[in-house]
């Protein structure tokens, strides 16, 4: 059974840092793309960042220059760092992984909260 295991997340202040990680586990098939997603409530959930296999990214707009997605092939896990955080920011943030395969997963979410 495949699992996406995020840490991270919590509350921080306007200007702030802070680093999400998600460590897939449980398939035989290697991922292909991995990225972060955010939804709040009321809200579809949007792009956040995405990376590729081969090292390529894609950022929304709202976190290009602020947030830096990387992923570690050898431990196979994905990272967002995020930085100078904005009240806008708050969200839950869920990590997404596509297998080669074909098959997509979502991680259960973890809460990101900015204010002062």
């Known amino acids: 059974q495949v699992q996406l295991v995020e840490s991270g997340g919590g509350l921080v202040q306007p200007g702030g840092s802070l680093g999400l990680s998600c460590a897939p586990s449980g398939s035989r098939f290697s991922t292909s793309i991995m990225g972060w997603y955010r939804q709040v409530p009321g809200k579809q959930r949007e792009l956040v960042a995405t990376?590729?296999?081969?090292?390529?990214?894609n950022y929304a707009d709202s976190a290009k220059g602020r947030f830096a997605i990387s992923r570690d092939k050898a431990k196979n896990t994905v990272s967002l760092q995020m930085n100078s955080l904005k009240p806008e920011d708050t969200a839950v943030y869920y990590c997404?992984?596509?297998?080669?395969?074909?098959?997509?997963?979502w991680g259960k979410g973890t809460q990101v909260t900015v204010s002062s």
């Open positions: 997404n992984v596509l297998y080669y395969n074909g098959v997509v997963y």
């Open positions: 990376i590729a296999r081969s090292g390529t990214t």
